[in-house]
């Protein structure tokens, strides 16, 4: 099982503070560090700490970074254009030596666009944007040296794109597909994901079963993608670091679905969690300043998985 860092944190991060825990990602042994791709934070009356961009912040941690894998989960298919979003993942995937994972989804916070004025059209509506996304981004990025890419669809056109972008994995970056509804993310999982996340884990083992079935039907291996999920986790070396790391969150319901105890607990949560096919978990963190949080994790939890 592969365990990553996911930084959310509650009222936004600098620059310095989210390259201070990727370098602690990294120095603990994780295999990978990301992040939300937010515009607001979880408390959007704090009237200082706001998110940073996610794919300005992924290029400066390509070039401040060595090991980490790193990327999005997940960048709402509401905020970017398709074709500026393929050039600048695959910038950022140049930039960090072929490091980069893109992870998508149909976008869920309307407070966030309302307050920066950003169209947020219905469900149904963003998952075929989504959808078109997906295709535009892979067949640029697949689109051999002297190719062109066009695409006519319902939201986007491209016209014979030449000047395609190229990242520096081959064939491609791999994609990550995020969403929690029944048919149509297992479905766009199946078609153009590397990685299917599932969100949380209530109700992942139905969700990734009903993502094999559709596999089975359109003749995708389901071998061939990871599963994963994200688990908000607070851990301890005793009670009292517990309450005092749960305290400072100040939203205990943040880790409702997640995971509150020492290393004993985060291990049978990860055993439990892997019992329904996951093999890629996201330890969700909040507290971007508490990098011993994570360095716990790395000692007590991934060590001991090894």
Not at 57 to 70: M, S
Not at 90 to 112: F, H, I, K, N, Q
Request: proline share 8%; net charge negative.
């Amino acid at each position: 099982m592969r365990l990553r860092i996911l930084l959310e944190p509650r009222n936004g991060a600098s620059y310095d503070q989210t390259l201070a825990m990727a370098l602690v990602t990294e120095e603990a042994g994780f295999d990978a560090f990301f992040r939300s791709d937010h515009f607001l934070g979880i408390d959007p009356n704090h009237p200082t700490l706001v998110p940073t961009d996610a794919w300005t912040t992924l290029a400066g941690l390509a070039r401040d970074t060595t090991r980490v894998r790193l990327g999005t989960l997940v960048s709402p298919v509401t905020f970017r254009l398709p074709g500026a979003l393929a050039v600048s993942a695959a910038t950022v995937d140049a930039m960090s030596g072929g490091r980069v994972e893109l992870g998508m989804g149909a976008g869920w916070y309307a407070l966030e666009h309302a307050m920066f004025g950003i169209p947020l059209p219905p469900l149904g509506e963003r998952l075929d944007m989504l959808e078109e996304q997906l295709s535009i981004i892979t067949g640029m990025w697949s689109t051999p040296p002297g190719g062109r890419f066009s695409h006519t669809g319902r939201h986007y056109r491209i016209d014979e794109c030449r000047n395609l972008p190229r990242p520096k994995q081959t064939p491609r970056p791999p994609v990550i597909v995020g969403g929690t509804g029944p048919k149509r993310s297992p479905r766009l999982a199946a078609r153009f994901a590397d990685e299917y996340s599932s969100g949380f884990p209530n109700g992942a083992k139905e969700r990734f079963a009903a993502f094999r079935q559709i596999c089975e039907e359109t003749g995708r291996d389901p071998a061939e993608v990871r599963l994963s999920v994200v688990v908000p986790v607070c851990c301890g070396a005793d009670d009292a670091e517990v309450a005092r790391r749960v305290d400072a969150i100040g939203r205990p319901d943040l880790l409702r679905s997640g995971v509150c105890g020492g290393p004993d607990a985060v291990l049978d949560k990860l055993g439990e969690v892997g019992e329904a096919g996951v093999d890629t978990v996201y330890l969700h963190i909040y507290d971007v300043d508490d990098l011993d949080h994570v360095r716990l994790l790395g000692r007590e939890v991934l060590a001991r998985m090894e």
